[in-house]
Nanobody
């Protein structure tokens, strides 16, 4: 199983980025896909999650209204559209996959992780 995250970069405050997570190696139809982020010295924190079917989505309060998670089953890819970016959104963003259902906000529930993509928001 492989998760390949991409789309990070440097953007000014107020700008937008779209992160992608390409999944391969198995069928993810019964999985939750999550986005997390981490800054040095801090724990990895939940950003957003989606049932692969795309019916249910979940967001951290810190990004609600600014981010949208979506899935493209045909491309086996999950996206995180981030708008109105703030300097505090600066982090390495990771995508992850969790079988079945559980605490989608908890890193320990996820069994597969991508390598991370770095997002830097300048003020």
């Amino acid at each position: 199983v492989q998760l390949q995250a991409s789309g990070g970069g440097l953007v000014q405050a107020g700008g937008s980025l779209r992160l992608s997570c390409a999944a391969s190696g198995r069928t993810f139809s019964d999985y939750f896909m999550g986005w997390f982020r981490q800054v040095p010295g801090k724990e990895r924190e939940f950003v957003a999650a989606i049932r692969w079917s795309g019916i249910r989505t979940y967001y951290a309060d810190s990004v609600k209204g600014r981010c949208t998670i979506s899935s493209d089953n045909a491309k086996n890819t999950v996206y995180l559209q981030m708008n109105s970016l703030k300097p505090e959104d600066t982090a390495v963003y990771y995508c992850a996959a969790m079988a079945g259902s559980g605490r989608y906000y908890n890193t320990e529930e996820y069994e597969y992780w991508g390598q991370g993509t770095e997002v830097t928001v300048s003020s």
